[in-house]
Protein backbone atom coordinates (compact mmCIF):
# COMPACT_ATOMS: atom_id res chain seq x y z
CA UNK A 1 0.00 0.00 0.00
CA UNK A 2 1.24 3.38 -0.94
CA UNK A 3 0.79 6.34 1.30
CA UNK A 4 1.44 10.12 0.50
CA UNK A 5 2.30 12.68 2.66
CA UNK A 6 1.21 16.48 0.67
CA UNK A 7 2.11 19.59 2.05
CA UNK A 8 -0.76 21.57 3.40
CA UNK A 9 -0.45 24.87 1.47
CA UNK A 10 0.27 23.57 -2.11
CA UNK A 11 -0.78 19.86 -2.25
CA UNK A 12 2.61 19.36 -3.10
CA UNK A 13 4.03 15.42 -2.52
CA UNK A 14 6.54 15.85 0.36
CA UNK A 15 7.13 11.83 0.66
CA UNK A 16 5.28 8.60 -0.13
CA UNK A 17 6.54 5.14 1.01
CA UNK A 18 5.28 1.61 -0.29
CA UNK A 19 4.99 -1.37 1.97
CA UNK A 20 2.77 -4.25 2.22
CA UNK A 21 0.29 -3.44 5.52
CA UNK A 22 1.49 -0.23 5.52
CA UNK A 23 0.06 2.53 7.62
CA UNK A 24 0.11 6.61 8.16
CA UNK A 25 2.98 5.89 11.30
CA UNK A 26 5.00 3.30 9.55
CA UNK A 27 5.42 5.97 7.05
CA UNK A 28 6.23 8.90 9.03
CA UNK A 29 8.75 6.88 10.75
CA UNK A 30 10.48 6.27 8.13
CA UNK A 31 10.04 9.78 6.70
CA UNK A 32 11.71 11.19 9.91
CA UNK A 33 14.43 8.39 9.52
CA UNK A 34 15.71 9.65 6.29
CA UNK A 35 15.54 13.47 7.63
CA UNK A 36 12.97 13.95 5.20
CA UNK A 37 11.72 17.71 5.31
CA UNK A 38 7.77 17.06 6.58
CA UNK A 39 7.17 21.36 7.18
CA UNK A 40 3.89 22.10 6.04
CA UNK A 41 2.40 18.32 6.14
CA UNK A 42 -1.25 17.47 5.76
CA UNK A 43 -1.86 15.23 8.84
CA UNK A 44 -5.74 16.42 9.62
CA UNK A 45 -7.67 14.15 11.15
CA UNK A 46 -4.54 11.59 11.07
CA UNK A 47 -5.14 8.38 13.14
CA UNK A 48 -1.49 8.59 15.34
CA UNK A 49 -2.66 6.92 18.38
CA UNK A 50 0.95 5.67 20.39
CA UNK A 51 3.12 7.26 16.85
CA UNK A 52 6.71 7.14 17.55
CA UNK A 53 7.30 11.11 16.45
CA UNK A 54 10.42 12.08 18.87
CA UNK A 55 12.11 14.54 17.74
CA UNK A 56 9.54 14.90 14.18
CA UNK A 57 10.05 18.41 12.47
CA UNK A 58 6.19 19.09 11.63
CA UNK A 59 6.43 23.20 11.66
CA UNK A 60 3.69 24.63 10.74
CA UNK A 61 1.80 20.78 10.14
CA UNK A 62 -2.18 20.68 9.89
CA UNK A 63 -3.01 18.40 12.71
CA UNK A 64 -6.17 19.74 13.34
CA UNK A 65 -8.37 16.70 14.82
CA UNK A 66 -6.00 14.64 14.75
CA UNK A 67 -5.52 11.56 17.30
CA UNK A 68 -2.36 11.73 18.80
CA UNK A 69 -3.30 9.66 22.09
CA UNK A 70 -0.32 8.43 23.70
CA UNK A 71 2.23 9.75 21.32
CA UNK A 72 5.98 10.17 21.85
CA UNK A 73 6.38 13.72 20.71
CA UNK A 74 9.60 14.93 23.13
CA UNK A 75 11.39 17.23 21.23
CA UNK A 76 9.64 17.26 18.49
CA UNK A 77 8.88 20.89 16.38
CA UNK A 78 5.75 21.87 16.34
CA UNK A 79 6.60 25.26 15.69
CA UNK A 80 2.99 27.35 14.42
CA UNK A 81 1.20 23.70 13.76
CA UNK A 82 -2.17 23.43 13.77
CA UNK A 83 -3.70 20.97 16.53
CA UNK A 84 -7.31 22.32 17.00
CA UNK A 85 -9.41 19.99 18.49
CA UNK A 86 -6.43 17.43 18.75
CA UNK A 87 -6.66 14.12 20.99
CA UNK A 88 -3.33 14.42 23.13
CA UNK A 89 -4.25 13.03 25.95
CA UNK A 90 -1.46 10.91 27.67
CA UNK A 91 1.34 12.79 24.82
CA UNK A 92 5.21 12.90 25.73
CA UNK A 93 5.33 16.46 25.03
CA UNK A 94 8.68 16.94 26.51
CA UNK A 95 10.95 19.39 25.21
CA UNK A 96 8.19 19.73 22.73
CA UNK A 97 8.50 23.41 20.91
CA UNK A 98 4.80 24.40 20.50
CA UNK A 99 5.60 28.16 20.48
CA UNK A 100 3.08 29.64 18.40
CA UNK A 101 0.79 26.25 17.75
CA UNK A 102 -2.58 26.82 17.77
CA UNK A 103 -3.96 23.88 20.14
CA UNK A 104 -7.74 25.50 20.30
CA UNK A 105 -9.94 23.02 22.23
CA UNK A 106 -7.35 20.46 21.95
CA UNK A 107 -7.48 17.09 25.02
CA UNK A 108 -4.46 17.25 26.77
CA UNK A 109 -5.23 15.54 30.02
CA UNK A 110 -2.56 14.19 31.56
CA UNK A 111 0.05 14.96 28.67
CA UNK A 112 3.58 15.36 29.71
CA UNK A 113 4.70 19.34 29.52
CA UNK A 114 7.59 19.24 30.98
CA UNK A 115 10.17 22.01 29.54
CA UNK A 116 8.11 22.50 26.61
CA UNK A 117 7.67 25.99 24.85
CA UNK A 118 4.14 27.39 24.89
CA UNK A 119 4.84 30.24 24.39
CA UNK A 120 2.13 32.00 21.97
CA UNK A 121 0.27 29.08 21.61
CA UNK A 122 -3.48 29.37 21.70
CA UNK A 123 -4.55 27.33 24.36
CA UNK A 124 -8.42 28.30 24.44
CA UNK A 125 -10.90 25.55 25.06
CA UNK A 126 -7.79 23.60 25.48
CA UNK A 127 -8.47 20.43 28.83
CA UNK A 128 -4.93 20.92 30.71
CA UNK A 129 -6.02 19.34 33.46
CA UNK A 130 -3.77 16.55 34.87
CA UNK A 131 -1.06 17.73 32.29
CA UNK A 132 2.28 16.88 33.92
CA UNK A 133 5.17 19.81 34.84
CA UNK A 134 7.65 17.06 35.97
CA UNK A 135 7.87 15.40 40.08
CA UNK A 136 8.90 18.54 41.47
CA UNK A 137 5.83 20.90 40.23
CA UNK A 138 2.83 18.68 39.95
CA UNK A 139 0.19 18.41 37.65
CA UNK A 140 -2.31 21.07 36.51
CA UNK A 141 -5.22 22.08 38.53
CA UNK A 142 -7.99 24.76 37.64
CA UNK A 143 -9.82 25.86 34.75
CA UNK A 144 -7.67 28.00 33.65
CA UNK A 145 -4.16 26.87 34.62
CA UNK A 146 -2.22 28.56 31.77
CA UNK A 147 -2.11 32.26 32.45
CA UNK A 148 0.49 34.15 29.44
CA UNK A 149 1.50 38.05 30.06
CA UNK A 150 3.17 39.78 27.37
CA UNK A 151 4.95 40.59 25.47
CA UNK A 152 6.86 41.63 28.21
CA UNK A 153 10.23 43.00 29.85
CA UNK A 154 13.90 43.48 27.93
CA UNK A 155 13.48 41.00 25.88
CA UNK A 156 9.56 41.77 24.40
CA UNK A 157 9.01 38.10 25.85
CA UNK A 158 6.13 36.72 27.62
CA UNK A 159 5.82 35.57 30.93
CA UNK A 160 3.91 32.51 31.23
CA UNK A 161 2.21 31.40 34.53
CA UNK A 162 1.41 27.59 35.29
CA UNK A 163 -0.83 26.45 38.40
CA UNK A 164 -0.73 23.49 39.55
CA UNK A 165 -0.99 21.07 42.50
CA UNK A 166 2.65 21.73 43.89
CA UNK A 167 2.34 25.64 43.82
CA UNK A 168 2.65 28.10 40.93
CA UNK A 169 5.09 28.26 38.27
CA UNK A 170 6.20 31.20 36.42
CA UNK A 171 8.39 30.54 32.71
CA UNK A 172 10.56 33.92 31.24
CA UNK A 173 13.18 33.11 28.60
CA UNK A 174 15.43 29.92 30.37
CA UNK A 175 13.72 31.00 33.88
CA UNK A 176 11.24 28.31 35.29
CA UNK A 177 10.15 28.38 39.28
CA UNK A 178 8.02 29.87 41.49
CA UNK A 179 6.69 33.14 42.11
CA UNK A 180 9.21 33.97 44.73
CA UNK A 181 12.47 33.23 43.10
CA UNK A 182 11.17 35.04 40.04
CA UNK A 183 10.98 38.11 42.24
CA UNK A 184 14.73 37.64 43.10
CA UNK A 185 15.91 37.18 39.77
CA UNK A 186 13.99 40.14 38.30
CA UNK A 187 15.49 42.61 41.16
CA UNK A 188 18.81 41.06 40.45
CA UNK A 189 18.29 41.03 36.67
CA UNK A 190 16.33 45.00 36.51
CA UNK A 191 16.51 46.48 39.83
CA UNK A 192 14.07 49.18 39.87
CA UNK A 193 13.82 49.83 36.03
CA UNK A 194 10.73 50.25 34.05
CA UNK A 195 11.40 46.45 33.10
CA UNK A 196 10.72 45.75 37.06
CA UNK A 197 8.19 47.72 37.58
CA UNK A 198 5.88 46.35 34.52
CA UNK A 199 6.89 42.76 35.80
CA UNK A 200 5.50 43.92 39.59
CA UNK A 201 2.00 44.84 38.02
CA UNK A 202 2.02 41.40 35.66
CA UNK A 203 2.58 39.18 39.17
CA UNK A 204 -0.28 41.15 40.06
CA UNK A 205 -2.63 40.07 37.51
CA UNK A 206 -0.87 36.74 37.54
CA UNK A 207 -1.60 36.56 41.42
CA UNK A 208 -5.76 37.42 40.58
CA UNK A 209 -5.86 34.94 37.86
CA UNK A 210 -4.58 32.15 40.71
CA UNK A 211 -6.98 33.47 43.17
CA UNK A 212 -10.08 33.68 40.25
CA UNK A 213 -9.13 30.48 38.55
CA UNK A 214 -6.61 28.00 40.57
CA UNK A 215 -9.58 26.20 42.29
CA UNK A 216 -9.39 21.90 42.21
CA UNK A 217 -13.37 22.48 41.92
Known amino acids: MKIEIKSRWSGEVLFAYECEQNDLKKTLKVAFDNKVNLRGA ?12 RDADLYGADLYGADLYGADLYGADLRDADLRGANLRDADLRDAD ?7 GADLYGADLRDADLRGANLRGADLHGANLGEEYGELIGDRPVFTVGPIGSRNDVLMCFIADKGVW ?45 SRE
Open 42 to 53: DLRDADLRDADL
Open 170 to 214: LRAGCFFGSIEQFQVKMVATHGDNKHAEEYKHALELIRAHVKLWG
Open 98 to 104: LYGADLY
